[in-house]
Each structure stands twice: as structure tokens, then as C-alpha cells.
């Protein structure tokens, strides 16, 4: 039977940490952007043909809907983020931790507390 060892890329895992949080900026502006477009095509449409240029009361009950899933749909891109950027931090609190286990090898193999040469010993 072979030891096995894990290995840690710590570059590669900031830069994903890095890739997650900019994957929830763009999904929160995106959706920010596009919302305000269909609000704006349902305001445009609704006030077409009226004289005042305000919304024609039948395409009120439409709005409202509208608005009530846009909501929905903000609230479930908001845990989705939310998600993305605790994992970013959790990748970047395991890199940190990383580190720290290897500095407290090292610093054991060289005063002698430890046999084994860990990775990044002199």
C-alpha cells in the first residue's frame, strides 16, 4: 500500500477564490442591469397608449407580478453569491492555514524536532 499524500496549490486556489468572487460580482450586476431593462420594456409598454404617459391600469396587475418574480429571482441570486464568496473566504482561510502548518514543519525540522525534511526546508 503507497502513502498517500495531498498536495496543495495555494496559487491555484487564491486564484479560484479570486475567479468565485468575481463570478458573484458579475452575477449581481447582471442581474441589477437586466432588471432595470425588463422594469423599463414593461413601463414603456404599459404607458404607450395613454395620454399621460403613465402606466395603463391594466398593465398594473402585470407589473406587480413582474416585480414580485424579479424579486424572487434577486433573493435566490443573493444566496447564490452569498455562497461564492463564503467558499472564496473558506479556500483562502485553508491557504492561510496551509501555510501556517508548513512554516510550523519547517521551523520543527530545522531545530531538529522532526526527522522528515518538510517541503520548503532549507
Same mark, same amino acid.
Given at each position: 500500500?503507497?502513502?498517500?499524500?495531498?498536495?496543495?496549490?495555494?496559487?491555484a486556489?487564491?486564484?479560484?477564490?479570486?475567479?468565485?468572487?468575481?463570478?458573484?460580482?458579475?452575477l449581481e450586476?447582471?442581474?441589477?442591469?437586466?432588471?432595470?431593462? #425588463?422594469?423599463?420594456?414593461v /413601463?414603456?409598454?404599459?404607458?404607450?397608449?395613454?395620454?399621460?404617459?403613465?402606466?395603463?391600469?391594466?398593465?398594473?396587475?402585470?407589473?406587480?407580478?413582474?416585480?414580485?418574480?424579479?424579486? /424572487?429571482?434577486?433573493?435566490?441570486?443573493?444566496?447564490?453569491?452569498?455562497?461564492?464568496?463564503?467558499?472564496?473566504?473558506?479556500?483562502?482561510?485553508? #491557504?492561510?492555514?496551509?501555510?501556517?502548518?508548513?512554516?510550523?514543519? #519547517?521551523?520543527?525540522?530545522?531545530?531538529?524536532?522532526?526527522q #522528515?525534511?518538510?517541503?520548503?526546508?532549507?
Open positions: 500500500m503507497t502513502d498517500l499524500l495531498l498536495q496543495v496549490d495555494p496559487e486556489l487564491l486564484s479560484f477564490a479570486q475567479q468565485l468572487e468575481g463570478r458573484a460580482d458579475d450586476a447582471g442581474l441589477a442591469a437586466e432588471r432595470a431593462k #425588463v422594469e423599463d420594456a /413601463r414603456r409598454s404599459g404607458s404607450m397608449y395613454t395620454r399621460d404617459g403613465r402606466t395603463a391600469p391594466v398593465f398594473k396587475p402585470l407589473g406587480s407580478a413582474l416585480s414580485g418574480v424579479l424579486d /424572487r429571482a434577486e433573493s435566490n441570486v443573493q444566496a447564490v453569491t452569498a455562497t461564492l464568496r463564503h467558499d472564496a473566504t473558506m479556500l483562502r482561510e485553508f #491557504v492561510a492555514q496551509h501555510e501556517a502548518a508548513e512554516q510550523r514543519a #519547517v521551523r520543527a525540522w530545522e531545530t531538529g524536532e522532526i #522528515v525534511k518538510p517541503r520548503g526546508a532549507a
